[in-house]
């Protein structure tokens, strides 16, 4: 087991108005100690990392998995915050198999993928700053339960971390007191500028400093692991955003929790850092996995079709690889296809056993390749004796 090389907390408790005491985190980065157990598991997430990156090189379009797991990535770390949407529900709304409003549960997923695609795209025209963290919290929380907690604004108040309905007296964690906070935050952006330790390092540095600070009302945990994602894809780690650590840390969350804690109240590092990049290993493996299951799967199914030239039937078997749920008009729509050619197209997959509509509705009837969702909600282990990351 790591010897962890702080036995204090990483900071210092405060006095806030009223009497209670706060935690303001010191900046980073803290002093590590890297013995042998630290030094292994960083070197087999970065063995894992490497041949994720291998492997999305090594097909000609890796952003066909980018889609669908960004979105299994949104369930999960919505989950961890108490939502119920599952993988299935969100790619099925997202193709119009669900009539009527969405749910406030679905609505936060769905404002999770919109921010992430945001954060991503955005990297290209502005690095991962407070100003960015801002834009995409304002995307989280646009119009969902919480947008009261001003979206896209560090907080002028104090929150607090404890059982639904504690009172701050109660609390398990006080982040810093509002008149605190910008001071935490621009030492957090200086961090965040610098390249200097090893980038799964530095990310898993980031993400506990963020959850310390805790800036905003609402939303913390979800940006925080956001943070993640951005950290490796402008570090360049990997040729495309396809590592997301939610699902371990759904599966692992009491440890998760419990692990963030302790970096504040006893300064584990190497702790937290150890469990973080065992997450990494395990998620770039799963990842692996997944991408070699659908690759063979597309494989499977251009062999089914083979010789049809009509149809843009690759065309279409691309689109239910970033989403197992199609309509024949969006099909239509996204390829720029006439309505019946798109008709054809899934006339034919029907056929071969790729597709089959869902329910029971004659218009605008929706069509799910079954086998591709069952890869994306299949669950894995985690790496916990009896545990699994499932999906949905």
């Given at each position: 087991m790591a010897s962890d090389s702080s036995s204090r907390p990483h900071g210092r408790n405060v006095q806030g108005p009223g009497g209670y005491t706060a935690f303001v985190p010191a900046p980073l980065a803290p002093p590590i100690a890297w013995d042998a157990e630290l030094v292994a598991a960083l070197s087999g997430a970065d063995r894992a990392i490497g041949r994720l990156a291998g492997e999305g090189w090594r097909f000609p379009n890796p952003h066909l998995f980018i889609?669908?797991?960004?979105?299994?990535?949104?369930?999960?770390?919505?989950?961890?915050?108490?939502?119920?949407?599952?993988?299935?529900?969100?790619?099925?709304?997202?193709?119009?198999?669900?009539?009527?409003?969405?749910?406030?549960?679905?609505?936060?997923?769905?404002?999770?993928?919109?921010?992430?695609?945001?954060?991503?795209?955005?990297?290209?025209?502005?690095?991962?700053?407070?100003?960015?963290?801002?834009?995409?919290?304002?995307?989280?929380?646009?119009?969902?339960?919480?947008?009261?907690?001003?979206?896209?604004?560090?907080?002028?108040?104090?929150?607090?971390?404890?059982?639904?309905?504690?009172?701050?007296?109660?609390?398990?964690?006080?982040?810093?007191?509002?008149?605190?906070?910008?001071?935490?935050?621009?030492a957090l952006e200086r961090f965040l500028h610098d390249d200097t330790l090893p980038p799964l390092i530095h990310a898993g540095l980031a993400h506990a400093q963020f959850e310390a600070i805790h800036p905003f009302l609402d939303g913390n945990g979800r940006v925080g692991r956001l943070l993640i994602t951005l950290l490796l894809v402008q570090c360049e780690v990997l040729p495309s955003p396809l590592l997301y650590l939610s699902a371990y840390f759904e599966e692992t969350r009491e440890e998760y929790y419990a692990?963030?804690?302790?970096?504040?109240?006893?300064?584990?590092?190497?702790?937290?850092?150890?469990?973080?990049?065992?997450?990494?290993?395990?998620?770039?493996?799963?990842?692996?996995?997944?991408?070699?299951?659908?690759?063979?799967?597309?494989?499977?199914?251009?062999?089914?079709?083979?010789?049809?030239?009509?149809?843009?039937?690759?065309?279409v078997l691309r689109l239910f690889v970033e989403n197992p749920y199609w309509t024949v008009r969006g099909i239509a729509q996204e390829l720029d296809?006439?309505?019946?050619?798109?008709?054809?197209?899934?006339?034919?997959?029907?056929?071969?056993?790729?597709?089959?509509?869902?329910?029971?509705?004659?218009?605008?009837?929706v069509y799910c390749a079954r086998k591709m969702l069952d890869i994306l909600i299949a669950p894995r282990a985690t790496g916990r004796p009896g545990s699994k990351d499932g999906g949905s």
């Open positions: 889609n669908p797991f960004l979105r299994r990535e949104a369930v999960l770390s919505s989950r961890i915050e108490g939502t119920r949407t599952t993988l299935e529900e969100l790619l099925a709304a997202q193709a119009g198999a669900i009539a009527g409003p969405a749910s406030d549960d679905l609505e936060e997923v769905v404002n999770y993928v919109k921010a992430l695609e945001y954060g991503l795209d955005r990297l290209d025209t502005l690095p991962l700053s407070l100003r960015l963290i801002r834009e995409v919290h304002e995307r989280l929380m646009r119009g969902v339960r919480g947008d009261t907690a001003t979206p896209g604004e560090f907080r002028r108040s104090q929150n607090w971390i404890g059982p639904p309905g504690c009172t701050l007296s109660e609390a398990r964690y006080v982040p810093p007191p509002a008149d605190q906070l910008m001071a935490c935050l621009d692990r963030l804690l302790a970096v504040t109240r006893e300064g584990t590092w190497e702790k937290w850092l150890i469990y973080f990049l065992r997450g990494v290993r395990l998620q770039a493996d799963d990842a692996i996995d997944r991408m070699e299951e659908i690759d063979g799967l597309f494989e499977d199914w251009r062999g089914a079709l083979a010789g049809i030239q009509s149809g843009r039937p690759e065309g296809v006439a309505y019946t050619t798109a008709r054809r197209a899934i006339d034919r997959l029907e056929a071969a056993g790729i597709v089959s509509p869902v329910g029971d509705a004659r218009r605008n009837r």
